[in-house]
């Protein structure tokens, strides 16, 4: 990319470099202008993601730095003072003053540093004792240097952060993201896209099979998954991942951009469909693959099944076109998919359909579980008004403990589709 100074007068999409950063704990850097990303001398701005109790070595810059505070608390220690900057504040410390930076409460903190002239490891004079080197993330193409590549974690028992990423992702995702992974064509050097990328699963897995020579782009609208994700990201050492807070129908990148284009049960749960699809096609290359998964109307079958009878036996007529909606809403079949896909701009579509059980002792285990408290209760709950939801609902789980009894357990059907398409 040409330096800033030299590019025409007009709008230019910049992505950024990944800088490994200096400090007691691992922190993620995004270079978006600077020496690094546009070999621009005169000014820099990072965005920087650090953990809870990071502390970079002291240091005596030669340029100005002005770091604005997202989200979190930045603080700044000269001497014997310390600056504290919260969400919406900004740290100035002018070039020549010792400082030194560090993140001590939990959940760290994001902020974006500008500095003048342009950061430069050579400008910034940490205390030797300390310094750490900076590098850049390998560029497309290559691969980690011996001296780049991350080095063997410890032993989980003595670190405890690893221990916290650790559980890559909830069960429920396993078998649809298997299923997505199987399909992807693992191509050095590409540029990829995760859709609804949460909290990291598929797309810390699908980097580091990728390898550092490519460029994984994760999406998703939620910034406390996004955290997640970057503690996953930094605990691991993989360096080929850029995040966005965003949605899928407004994707910030080029058009053509991207190789490949993942999504393991996002694009079902996204507002407007045809326009997220229409998206993806349009930072597809021509060529690119799209993969992507979703669970498919017969999902819990067996429990839906036993609450459309108790609707209907109560004369909740209103409630049971409601529940047909709700199943409607996020759970479509292969043949409308198909047809949405396609006309997005996708061709060649193979489907893949697969199942698999979610098997519980009782109704009681099945409406204590977690993931079913999070993501299937509170829909359901709608379905009727308060004065009436208890009833309803304690006849549901009778009707399905009955049934757990006389089959010697509750056993639910979740079918599933993965597409495999080209651009």
């Not at 100074?5 to 922190?27: F, H, S, W």
């Not at 284009?261 to 694009?267: E, I």
């Not at 009707?399 to 509750?410: I, N, P, S, T, V």
Request: hydrophobic share 40%; charged share 25%.
């Amino acid at each position: 990319m040409a330096p800033l100074e030299t590019i025409d007068m007009k709008a230019t999409l910049v992505m950024p470099r990944v800088i490994q950063a200096a400090g007691n704990k691992p922190k993620s850097i995004e270079e978006y202008v600077g020496r690094l990303a546009t070999a621009t001398s005169g000014v820099s701005v990072a965005r920087m993601v650090s953990p809870e109790g990071w502390r970079e070595p002291a240091q005596i810059p030669e340029f100005d730095e002005y770091s604005v505070v997202l989200r979190g608390e930045l603080h700044a220690r000269s001497g014997t003072d310390t600056v504290v900057a919260r969400a919406g504040e900004a740290v100035v410390v002018p070039r020549g003053v010792g400082v030194q930076y560090s993140t001590p409460l939990p959940g760290g903190a994001e902020y974006v540093a500008v500095c003048l002239p342009a950061f430069s490891p050579e400008l910034v004079h940490r205390e030797p004792a300390t310094v750490a080197t900076e590098t850049s993330s390998a560029p497309r193409g290559a691969g980690h240097s011996p001296v780049s590549r991350p080095g063997p974690l410890e032993d989980p028992a003595r670190h405890p952060r690893l221990v916290e990423a650790y559980d890559e992702l909830p069960l429920w995702s396993a078998p649809f993201g298997l299923t997505l992974l199987d399909q992807v064509r693992m191509r050095r050097g590409i540029r990829a896209l995760d859709v609804g990328c949460g909290t990291g699963f598929p797309i810390v897995e699908l980097a580091q099979r990728l390898g550092s020579g490519s460029e994984v782009v994760g999406i998703d609208p939620r910034a406390p998954a996004l955290a997640r994700t970057r503690l996953k990201l930094e605990v691991w050492g993989v360096r080929n991942v850029r995040l966005l807070e965003g949605r899928a129908e407004s994707i910030p990148l080029g058009d053509g951009s991207v190789d490949l284009v993942v999504s393991n049960n996002g694009l079902n749960n996204v507002d407007d469909l045809d326009r997220a699809l229409a998206e993806c096609a349009r930072v597809c290359r021509r060529g690119a693959q799209l993969v992507f998964t979703f669970n498919l109307p017969g999902s819990m079958l067996e429990v839906y099944e036993v609450l459309e009878q108790v609707l209907k036996d109560s004369g909740r007529g209103e409630a049971l076109a409601g529940m047909h909606q709700h199943i409607h809403t996020l759970r479509k079949p292969v043949d409308w998919m198909r047809t949405r896909v396609e006309r997005a701009g996708f061709r060649d579509c193979q489907v893949i359909e697969r199942s698999f059980r979610w098997r519980f002792s009782s109704a009681e285990a099945l409406f204590e579980h977690g993931f079913f408290r999070l993501a299937f209760i509170p829909p359901w709950h709608a379905l009727v008004c308060e004065e009436e939801r208890k009833a309803v609902f304690d006849e549901l789980e009778a009707r399905l403990e009955a049934r757990a009894a006389a089959e010697g357990e509750l056993s639910l059907t979740i079918p599933y589709a993965c597409f495999d398409c080209a651009r």
